[in-house]
């Protein structure tokens, strides 16, 4: 599956986006239109910005994975 075919299932949800420059950044899928992908990402303290991102710079989406609930509390 390419990764445009991804995004109806992934929007506002948290997301890991792959670049071709081999970098990448997380963040929530607010909206996506022809070229562009729109991230809210979390820069610090109470501060996120709406980052966007030209689909020709993606290599791949991937939704984040469900939490495993066995974290121990020692």
Not at 25 to 39: F, I, M
Request: negative net charge; charged residues 10%; glycine residues 6%.
């Amino acid at each position: 599956m390419q990764w445009q075919q991804k995004i109806p299932y992934l929007l506002n949800q948290p997301i890991g986006v792959s670049f071709a420059n081999g970098t990448g950044t997380s963040g929530v899928l607010c909206d996506a239109s022809e070229r562009t992908l729109y991230v809210l990402e979390y820069l610090y303290h109470s501060q996120f910005a709406l980052k966007q991102y030209d689909y020709a710079t993606i290599q791949d989406i991937h939704g984040f994975p469900p939490c495993q609930n066995q974290i121990s509390t020692n």
